[in-house]
């Protein structure tokens, strides 16, 4: 039996994913090491390949992970298939899939080209069908028997079969996909591998699709398992020029066998020099540990104390709860002490959230010292409780539709967009509210980063916060004209313009050719806020770093020329060090000879040997630097990963590369010219 699994991503205009797909190869693997009859199994994550070889390879059974990046694509694909192949049996499974029984049944009904949907674990439900097939039971006759983890809608009667649905209590029954060799072909360098030590998750965030009871029990592999699959892929990640990494648990540092792996991955960093990114979505319950934890790792693992809210009403709603405001404060200081970025990620309106509520949550946020602010627009994921029609009734929901960032594709002459759903506004919180609130996260999502650190410094040292800094400018976004205002004002407007009545007038309305080709060009259809810090970080730099200093001049409300003159200086410096794109547009500038930069003040010494309350006027000596790139060979070799990771478009580039990487990586350097 030919068995095609795929994890698909439209490759359009860059990958939603660069993981390396290990669902499918758990599922490979599983069906490897159990099948009695002979299996010849592929995995695909390019549907263009898919769609040659289903007409070449005439796979018997296709089983496709169904995400919200990829559904679309894969009814097309499923589709393609039970029309080019008489007896082919297709099988789709993943979270893009409700949780209500009757909802499931729509679903299935308004897709008659998936003839099974394997639901919550696939491996071992998905290996029992495909053991029925070959054993010759007729695909209509299974569809109307009711079989383990397995959806189907009864060919005669047309109602909704379902089995039993139960979980996999031992992890290891499943070979690792990735010692069996399963994986190899993804070590190309266009892929970042991942790995899952534990499945499950114990919260009940009511907006997530995690915090079902199915999901409660934490399930882990093998620790030596995972030891040697890190291993394995670090030996293989050496000669590659991708230095990231993947934990796909749901609360990495949750167990103090995390500690261990973490010890593991230091390890390997001593010897392979990899990985030097290590992304994971890390416990919040455990912060003393998830700290120790990245120490063992050399800090390259960012942990992310996500906080979704700072309303206790909405905590309450969500059945969330945060660190209170000292213990937050305190571990994010931690994580300054041992030199990391603070991070955090928001989720905005949630119910009773409002615009007020909002902005003092963002303050708390900031006020903590916190750098890396992601605010989401709450996805309403079908079967979490918070999107079920009671909430919706309850909360006055009002939802609309968007593409998801970037996936879309044309397919055999045939239009393909995926879409999601997001909520815009509640009984607390306005459309132009939400609006409102998208904007000034915007702004705390840039000001507060790294890159404009140095404007913090300048804050401290006057007893000014950036809080205050980032209200001042909002406060003027809409009376100044500058290549910045009119960016923040653009992002404004898609921020509207992105969201549809339906998920049909989005298909109407990307499909019009004009329009199609606005998608293709990148100008309609992106992740905004990645888009458009990319873009003032190109094309607005200057003006923003303007007007950061306009609102930090104001602020301090001092008419002591040796301080304006020193802030003066201290802009063209991070001007001249700061301009990031200058190196993702045209890398070749590292090679360049470097260039001279005169000042009244000593911004090196100041910047590089910073103590709070010394003020850049103490520092008046007239210097000259000269700008440089430092470890030019590194620069280079991150921007060919890049790259090759995320295709040619700088803004995407700049967007992806600087979720984990700190953008004073791709600053100039200046030293004194004596
Ligand atoms: S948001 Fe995180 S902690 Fe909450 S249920 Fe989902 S996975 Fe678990």
Known sequence: MRIALGDLRHRTLGRHSVLMPLGIGLIASYLKKNMQKEVDIRL????????????????????LSNYMWNAELNRFIFSYAKQHL??????????EFPVDMEECKEFLDKRPEIDFYSFLEGEIVFANLVEKICDGIFCEDLKGTPLEGILSIHPENKTLVAGEFSRITNLDTIPSPYLSGIMDQWFDGHYIPSVQTARGCPFTCTYCRASNKFYSKIVMFDLQRVRNELTYIAERMVSLSVDGLYVLDSNFGLFERDELIA????KLQDKYNWPNSIMADTSKDNYPRVLRMAKEMRNAMQPLCSVQTRNSQTLRVTKRSNLPREEYTESQSQLIKQGMVPATELIVPLPHETLDSFIDGLKEIIGA???????????????????????????????????????????GGQKCFEIEEVCCG???????EYIQCRGFAFLCFLFARSQYEIIQKHLSDFSLNIFDLIKSIFDKMDKTQSAFSRLYQDLLKETHDELFATKEDVYRFMSRQKNYNKLL????GDNLF?????????NGFSSSVGIAYESLIELIDTDQSDVRNSLYDAKKWFLAVGNISKIFHDEQI???KSKELKLSYDVLKWYKDYEPNTRLDNYKRENTLCLYYEKKEDIFSLMTSFKNLYGKDPYFRIGKALVDHDPRDFWASSRYKF
């Open 530 to 538: 990645r888009r458009y810090l990319s873009m003032i970080l190109c």
């Open 86 to 95: 008489r007896d082919v049996v297709c099988v789709a499974g993943g979270p």
């Open 44 to 63: 695909y994550e390019d549907p263009t390949k898919l769609l040659r070889e289903i007409n070449i390879w005439k796979p018997g059974i296709i089983g």
């Open 590 to 592: 590292i090679f360049e």
């Open 263 to 266: 010890q593991h991955i230091g």
């Open 521 to 524: 060009r990148g100008e309609i």
């Open 369 to 411: 010292g916190v750098e890396n602010i992601t605010t989401f627009t709450w996805m309403l994921l079908p079967g979490t409780q918070l999107a079920s029609k009671k909430s919706r009734e309850k909360y006055k929901i009002n939802s609309r539709f968007r593409i998801i960032p970037r996936q879309f594709g044309e397919y």
């Open 426 to 432: 509640t009984s607390s919180m306005s459309i132009q």
